[in-house]
């Protein structure tokens, strides 16, 4: 009932683990899968091993987180010996990125040896990569560089802070990419009054969480009323009800990032349950009937 299919890869249901939570280690992953994930998808990772930024780099507001870790990760000579012989019977989507757009190519030919899919991370809003992100026609450049290098499916993931997320989906798509994830965090900031200073060390971060998820349902709406590859629907999923927003929004799959600090690394099994139960009650027999009819109507 659950099944759904992101072009190749097949899912036994729409949840995702999201790029960055948890997504860190083999242990992490295994369990993440025992607790229903339909899909994973690891931290992003780069050539080079990366410190982040200063503390504080994760704080929870009134709706949701605000982060700025700085994609810290251990690099893809460490991070591959996790991936190594991890043997799980869904798709593990590896998520990279490159210090310049020249470097986006060789981590995701490296980073595809171990994963079902890669996905580039065109979108954390703290980091230069925002800019890349923003800009569509360098958006099609990384995105074909990456494409003549890798044989196996292609996530592009956008950021919302754009005027036009679907044109830089359609640049995306142009370029060869075979699914779009949406969203990555949006740009936000909180100060101190007391200290009158930025709360984060990076003063700058993402915020997630309930707070984002009316934004994400518009720009996934948006991308697929304008184009025609599967889309991870991301931002603000925390229960079933707003998974079946996601999925009618256009979404063949969903990912889940703040949601499993909320509702603990179950979180996965809790919504496909939700689901489920929505769709015995409303006479739905696949997902298939459920993504993007809020688009068709
Ligand atoms: C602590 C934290 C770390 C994140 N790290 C990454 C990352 O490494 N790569 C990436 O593409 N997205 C990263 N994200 C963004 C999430 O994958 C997701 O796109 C965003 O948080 C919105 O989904 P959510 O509301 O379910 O968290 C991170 C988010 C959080 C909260």
Redesign the pocket.
Known sequence: MLKTKLGELKLPNPTVL????LGNSAGLLKRIAENGAGAL?T??ISLKPQNGYENPT?VELEY??L?A?G?S?PGIEEFKKELTGLNLDIPVIG?C?GESIEEFPTIAAKLSKYVDAI?I?L??PHTQLRLIGQNPKVVKRVTRDVRSVINKPLIV?LTPNVNSISTVASSAVDGGADII?A???VGAMAINIETKTPVLGNAVG?Y??PA??PI?IRCVYEISNEIDVPIIG????ITGRDAIEMLMAGASAI?????VLYRNINIFEKICNEIKEFMIKEDYKKIDELVGCAVRN
């Open positions: 999201a790029s960055g939570v998808t931290k992003s994760v949701g987180l982060n870790i994609l990760n998520s990125w996905e991370n979108s954390c993931k994830s969203i990555n965090s993402g997630s969480g984002v998820k994400a991301i931002g603000g999923i990912g889940i990032g703040t949601g």
